[in-house]
């Protein structure tokens, strides 16, 4: 994920009612493709969705030769988190990456994957801020009481993030179920707020970049605000998935945990350098030009170790809306870091992506 804050671009109406069914989600695991099988020379290929004129750590991994045992295959671009893990759970692909409250809405619905490393999150350079217009008047958490909020979809990142602000800022659950969040696509949402079709909108990457350069706008809050350096997303495969194949699951993470270390620590100019070289390669007509607003990785934590915190907030939050009972789920039957070289004693969490001594910065 590495231009916007998630996989997230078009509106989409996805974790609907019946995924929170555990029998709607059994009916669906079953369908969708069958196993892709192995390669011309005897790799496991992984099948995923992709992100149109960006590079995911997956694919950087590939590129830098971090795999030995896998090979990926593109099916299509994906439209958004949400839809991105409910395609790997229906076995449409492999393995897929979306917020982590909505990762835990899917398996607290039935769906049986697991979170085996992080895919995004919020650092010093990277988040998303929630912005509102210099003169709406709008100050606080109060002021958003029958108001709109853009979001790019519901159920995810950018709605979760609100109602945890708001919650923290003291609204009752009433008063919150008052504010009303609009999906939008993000190339319109700034549009959108300048016009007061909205009263917030939620920017990330080159959006907020941009929106902020023509003035005018202002963040009321960011998700930084709320938790700091925080990783938002995780990785997900399906868990029969993981018993079947272990060795092409745990090579999938401890290549893309190293590629991650990797844009942790190498310079911005050769990070752009390479995905410039990675898009243009795999031939898909795209454009590079969101490129020039990379900023950094997002993902705090050395090579995207999961912390339980990250999972174990969405489990409360979820119990707290009424969605999921008390002891249901804890984080730990939801994630994994025993295939992560910087969590499993491979690496030491300062290393490089090859094990070696990082200078500090």
Not at 243 to 249: E, I, N, R, S, Y
Request: glycine share 10%; with cysteine; charged share 20%.
């Amino acid at each position: 994920m590495m231009l916007s804050r998630s996989r997230r671009f078009m509106p989409l109406r996805v974790l609907a009612a019946a995924l929170a069914l555990p029998a709607a989600v059994s009916l669906s695991a079953g369908c969708g493709s069958s196993d892709p099988g192995l390669s011309a020379d005897g790799k496991t290929v992984l099948r995923y969705q992709g992100q149109t004129g960006q590079v995911s750590p997956f694919e950087l991994a590939a590129d830098l030769g971090y795999f030995q045992k896998i090979q990926l295959r593109w099916e299509n671009d994906s439209t958004s988190g949400p839809a991105n893990i409910q395609a790997a759970a229906t076995r449409q692909i492999e393995f897929g990456s979306a917020f982590n409250g909505a990762v835990v809405k899917l398996i607290a619905g039935g769906a049986p994957v697991k979170s085996v490393l992080s895919s995004y999150g919020a650092d010093e350079l990277s988040f998303t801020g929630y912005f509102v217009r210099d003169d709406s008047g709008i100050t606080s958490a109060r002021d958003l009481i029958g108001k709109k909020v853009g979001v790019n979809t519901l159920g995810a990142h950018h709605e979760f993030i609100t109602r945890e602000w708001l919650h923290r800022q003291g609204l009752s659950e009433p008063e919150i179920k008052q504010v009303q969040f609009v999906v939008l696509p993000p190339v319109s949402t700034e549009d959108a707020l300048r016009k007061g079709q909205i009263d917030v909108a939620a920017l990330g990457s080159v959006f907020r970049d941009t929106a902020v350069a023509r003035g005018g706008l202002h963040p009321l809050f960011t998700d930084k605000d709320l938790f700091g350096k925080f990783d938002y997303g995780t990785y997900v495969f399906r868990d029969d998935y993981i018993k079947q194949h272990p060795d092409a699951v745990q090579d999938f993470v401890q290549g893309t945990a190293r590629a991650i270390r990797w844009l942790q620590i190498t310079p911005r100019d050769q990070v752009l350098a390479k995905f410039e070289a990675i898009i243009n390669q795999r031939g898909r007509n795209e454009n590079t030009e969101l490129l020039k607003y990379w900023k950094s990785s997002g993902i705090p934590v050395p090579g995207g170790v999961v912390d339980e915190r990250e999972l174990q907030i969405w489990i409360e939050w979820l119990v707290r809306n009424g969605e999921l009972s008390e002891g249901k789920l804890t984080a730990k039957d939801v994630y994994t870091n025993k295939d992560n070289p910087y969590a499993n004693g491979t690496y030491a969490p300062t290393s490089g992506p090859a094990g070696e001594v990082v200078a500090a910065k």
